[in-house]
């Protein structure tokens, strides 16, 4: 506010002053948000899957009664039932039938009257889309462990763990997601135990007469799909044939798969469906509860419990610690903190992996490790989206502190842009792991069994390099702006694989392009621009639905606005160049007005991808973090003499 003083002698007022104000408000949350020991963790949500599946896997294991946390879990899982009766995969998501599958047989478990308004409402939609056995796999899959048959199920013998590396179907050739989850499903596939289920609930109403054929849940390339449902046929009539030594070899070589990667109470790659996987293998192989391998599978998955203060509990799918607190310093230090950002640098600065060479040392046995994972906790599988975030990071901390970092740096840099796959790209966990083909057998219904290179990923290892120096015409750099160049599509946007879509892969492109010294004014950047302009919504923000991912691509799917999603905008246009344009001076007055009274932004809405079309996230954090983020950086360029972007992301 100005003096009276300054107004009679024609001051006129700081158009930033209250950005500064919407900063400091910002700032001060997000400090107060973080850990005692420097870290910064938030919720990481995800649909009615999960804690459905934790209610179902207590009663398979036959464990002792815990009604206050299933009434919990029950009251959560009432409150995000859709008005379409079913329950759906992210907010304002239209029905999705194995989510509600589960969640209606964890209702059920817990007790519901299945003749409640929820229940028959939730019933009536399952039936009249074939019932429960049109679920996914992995539905089908839990379904049989409760005594419902495995007629269903694709047919995955655990002899497959012994396939030689040139074997089509190989375990290396599948995503890090995808081996984690198998391999002790394969053992569960072979054995075939029946769970304790001990209170004899089950769901036999929602199944129609007649058994329904193997199917996927998405299209699939016609010839590998009939090729494989052969395949299916062939494995089923012959699962009695494999020779028992055999079989018990393939189970063991799971078992020691599995115990190498127990990862302590962090699980069994650090998320959900494997540490249950492991959990139900242990049992299934007659391990008791208190062996030491069974026991830390199961502790783990405890761990992602979030108790609510309003009584609600739900199962979180894994948790994100290292990508918030990376992330979060990123924003503080954008916005002036450099203490907090400093705490949160020196808590990651030793979850550095560097003497574990986890499984992408398959495909890159010569690169030393050096990555970061997302969780507390992950040696075997550090991801390079994490790790380009931590050193750009760390990097931004050295003219404060100095050389502190500067070994984790060359080391993060080192590992991964060491995996760069054979096309120039990068992907999340591997390189080249491109069997496409694998994406049509009958296990992989949900199309999402690989990692391959995304724009997301490549753009922020481009952001990395540039930022620590890299020339923009070496080998890997020429290579992977080649690669985003390529992906572009036709109006203008990057498909985001990891962030919920177009808005978060052109967000991350543009950031790429800026760094990698891209001329502002070249077409693909220009295109970029003119369409992060065009779907910005009349009110000044930016939103975009999961619809997004649908396979008829339409590039954009309309939303209302929303705190990320606009950060992200805004911060893809002004690495474009565009501080001064209109459009970014709307977006940072919806901020601006959208600023909750504790500071942060509040945002219902899911804008983390898991799976695309099958999987996402609610991450918590991001409304706290991308917010802060986009307008300091708005004022520090406002306020600054130089206009280009100087950092990374």
Known sequence: MLRVEDQAEGF???????????????????AAAQRPDGHWVFELEADATIPSEYILLRHYLGEPDDLALEAAIGRYLRRIQAPHGGWSLYQDGGFDISATVKAYFALKMIGDDVDAPHMARARGEILKRGGAGAANVFTRIQLALFGYGWAGVPEIPPELILAPRWFPIHLSKM????????????????????????????????????????????????LWTAGFAALDVVLKRGRR??????????????????????????????IYPAMANSVMMFDALGYPPEHPHRAIARASLEKLLVRRTDGEVYCQPCVSPVWDTALA??????????ESATRGLDWLAPRQILDVTGDWAVQKPDVRPGGWAFQYGNDHYPDLDDTA?????????????????DERIDRGVEWTAGLQSKDGGYAAFDADNMAYYLNDIPFADHGALLDPPTADVTARVVSMLAQLGEAANSPRMAEAVEWLRRDQHPEGSWWGRWGVNYIYGTWSVLCALNMAGVDPASAMVRRAVRWLIAIQNADGGWGESADSYALTRKAHEPAPSNASQTAWALLGLMAAGEVD????????????????????????????????????????GYPKYFPLWALARYRNLKRGNERRVGFGM
Not at 193 to 222: C, I, M, S, T, Y
Request: net charge positive.
């Open 389 to 405: 975030v931590v050193v750009m990071a760390m990097d931004r901390a050295r003219p404060r502190l100095g050389d502190r970092y």
């Open 581 to 620: 344009h209109p459009a970014v001076t709307r977006g940072v007055a919806w901020l601006e007005r959208h600023q909750a009274e504790d500071g942060l932004w509040g945002q219902e809405h899911y804008t983390g991808g898991g799976f695309p079309r099958v999987f996402y996230l609610r991450y918590h």
């Open 329 to 338: 310093a990123h924003a503080m230090l954008e916005a002036g903190d450099e």
């Open 12 to 30: 006129a007022p700081d158009p930033l002053d209250g950005i500064d104000h919407a900063i400091a408000r910002a700032r001060g949350a997000l």
């Open 241 to 270: 044939l494999w020779p028992a030594p055999l079989r018990r070899r393939a189970i063991d070589a799971c078992v020691g798969f599995v115990v190498e990667r127990l990862n302590g109470e962090d699980g069994l790659g650090a």
């Open 175 to 222: 995503s890090y997601w995808a081996r984690t989850v198998i391999v002790p499903l394969l053992v569960l596939c072979a054995l075939r135990p029946v769970a304790r289920n001990r209170r004899g609930v089950r769901v036999d109403e929602l199944f129609l007469p007649g058994r329904r054929p193997l199917q996927r849940a998405l299209p699939g390339k016609r």
